[in-house]
């Protein structure tokens, strides 16, 4: 099963714009996370909002939660090299809590 | 450092035979998790398991078995039942929570591929 889907598939940008990712999810949720892929590596957590917030901030990353459109962007600023990677946003699905990744955003930026 | 260890990083195996690919944490987590990922398909949940001795099938789980026979390891065998094996193989554990949920810790991931 799949609950979370991202879009676009793959961006491409310079170093030092924006990069904007977003995620689209099926059913009610009480949190929603972005993790980081680099190439042929594991996942690594980098965000958690939860249902009541509309907005979360760590660093260079924001994310936002629309809980009435079942949706939520993660927005890199200033973006760099080091930022090439995918993106996955995952949803907790099911009684056990299991994690449900979306099949993610392939990010590059261009130095 | 505490974290995930998976073993070995590449596999190679003939088709027939039975592969097993090693997960150790030393993180304490109770929870341990096995994820398949193909390209453009995202990860799929193999198995699962939430305390030694205990374990659960996922939305891909035939073809695969496993244990937990410590809290420690979660083995996954791929077995010669699963017709495409092929692909990139996580372990993941958990057991830190952040705003009461559930976080991952991931290893550095599995490439088995089927000559």
């Known amino acids: 099963s799949q609950q979370g889907e991202e879009d676009p598939q793959a961006l491409s940008i310079q170093e030092g714009e924006n990069a904007t990712m977003n995620c689209s999810y099926k059913?009610?949720?009480?949190?929603l996370q972005w993790y980081r892929q680099n190439s042929g590596r594991g996942l690594v957590h980098l965000i958690l909002?939860?249902?009541?917030?509309r907005e979360k901030h760590s660093g260079r990353l924001r994310v936002t939660l629309d809980t009435s459109k079942k949706s939520s962007s993660l927005l890199i600023t200033a973006s760099r090299a080091a930022d090439t990677a995918s993106y996955f946003c995952?949803?907790?699905?099911?009684?056990?809590?299991?994690?449900?990744f979306g099949k993610g955003t392939k990010l590059s930026v261009k130095p | 450092d505490g974290g995930i260890t998976q073993s070995p990083k590449y596999l190679f195996r003939k088709e027939g035979q039975n592969v097993t690919l090693s997960c150790e944490q030393n993180?304490?987590?109770?929870?341990m998790y096995w994820y398949r990922q193909d390209p453009g398909q995202g990860l799929r949940l193999i198995y699962y398991?939430?305390?030694?001795?205990?374990?659960q099938k996922g939305d891909i789980a035939e073809g695969y078995s496993v244990s937990r026979e410590k809290k420690e390891s979660f083995p996954l065998t791929v077995t010669s039942a699963q017709k495409n094996p092929t692909a990139f193989y996580l372990c993941?554990?958990?057991?830190?929570?952040?705003?009461?949920?559930?976080?991952?810790?991931f290893g550095a991931g599995s490439r088995l591929t089927v000559l």
């Open positions: 909002i939860r249902s009541n917030e």
């Open positions: 059913t009610s949720i009480n949190n």
């Open positions: 995952a949803t907790v699905e099911g009684s056990q809590g299991n994690l449900i």
């Open positions: 398991s939430q305390i030694v001795n205990d374990f």
């Open positions: 993180l304490n987590h109770d929870a």
């Open positions: 993941a554990s958990s057991g830190r929570f952040i705003s009461g949920a559930n976080v991952l810790t």
